[in-house]
């Protein structure tokens, strides 16, 4: 005969406080976006359009304008910031995460901004392309839905916010060949 197990008073207390411990420590998935384009033009030619942090506007047709100023971050580091102001309005404020200009390579965290994600942060890659002549720009983001959320509502959830970011990204790329490559 098989016999009952009845829990005691210490194994349903310590129950009741692993469990929600448990729901809280989960949060929305992150997410992640890449995107590469080749351009006809030398790495150095795109790096230095790339890398100018406050000219995306020259680049990217849904950005109209860009502030850059330097400021010290939460660490008391001086560190360059941009305010993108943007087409369909509202803006978007960057922090530069870093430039790596041996490998071509920027990237930046969103501090706020007016787009369908949050916690977001990117990367943009320049690298030889594998024909001469040619270049590889790959563009990288890691984010979460707007609403930070498991459960997010429809327009703020994790589909919306990867489908906001790749056409983001998509617009932004085809928009910088065009302009590399009409100047080439």
Not at 60 to 86: M, W
Not at 171 to 181: A, D, F, T, W
Request: proline content about 4%; some cysteine.
């Amino acid at each position: 005969m098989m016999k009952k197990f009845i829990p005691s008073k210490a194994v349903i207390l310590l129950a009741a406080i692993i469990l929600p411990l448990n729901v809280i420590a989960c949060g929305p998935s992150p997410q992640k976006v890449t995107k590469e384009i080749v351009i006809k033009a030398g790495p150095e030619q795109v790096w230095a359009i790339v890398s100018d942090f406050g000219a995306m506007h020259k680049w990217h047709p849904h950005v109209i304008g860009a502030v850059l100023e330097r400021k010290s971050d939460s660490d008391g580091k001086e560190t360059s910031y941009r305010t993108l102001k943007l087409k369909e309005g509202g803006t978007i404020i960057q922090k530069q995460r870093e430039t790596q200009a041996g490998e071509m390579k920027l990237g930046v965290v969103m501090i706020q901004g007016d787009i369908a994600a949050s916690n977001y942060s990117d990367a943009l890659t320049v690298k030889t392309g594998h024909s001469e002549g040619e270049t590889i720009v790959t563009w990288v983001g890691r984010f979460n839905n707007k609403a930070n959320a498991m459960q997010a509502p429809v327009g703020q959830d994790n589909a919306s916010a990867i489908e906001s970011v790749e056409r983001w990204y998509d617009v932004g790329m085809l928009n910088l060949k065009r302009v590399i490559e009409a100047s080439h």
